[in-house]
């Protein structure tokens, strides 16, 4: 089992860039999938790019050449890195890892506004 710790989050203008961490503390962090989500107020949670264990990668179309997922399996991190930056990417975003189930991080909150 894994416990995940989100950090980088805040406030950056339109067009800003931002790089999410997820801290993963467990055993086995290199045969979990993983994957960054977001929800946004009054919004459900949505998925906005996953990284399996074999390093394959997907993203939400509305992201897709603006963000760039990453793991390092030494280091048990995930990263997001976010470029150009819009309000709707305003949310909390949360870590998750998933292998024979599924752990969260509690979540940190990025918001974009001038």
């Known amino acids: 089992q894994l416990q995940l710790v989100e950090s980088g989050g805040g406030l950056v203008q339109p067009g800003g860039s931002l790089r999410l961490s997820c801290t993963a503390s467990g055993i086995g962090f290199n045969l979990y999938d993983m994957g960054w989500y977001r929800q946004a107020p009054e919004s459900e949670r949505e998925l906005v790019a996953q990284?399996?264990?074999?390093?394959?990668?997907k993203y939400l179309d509305s992201v897709k050449g603006r963000f760039s997922i990453s793991r390092d399996n030494v280091k048990n991190m995930m990263y997001l890195q976010m470029n150009s930056l819009k309000p709707g990417d305003t949310a909390v975003y949360y870590c998750?890892?998933?292998?024979?189930?599924?752990?969260w991080g509690q979540g940190t909150e990025v918001t974009v506004s001038s």
């Open positions: 990284i399996d264990h074999a390093g394959n990668t």
């Open positions: 998750r890892a998933s292998w024979r189930a599924a752990y």
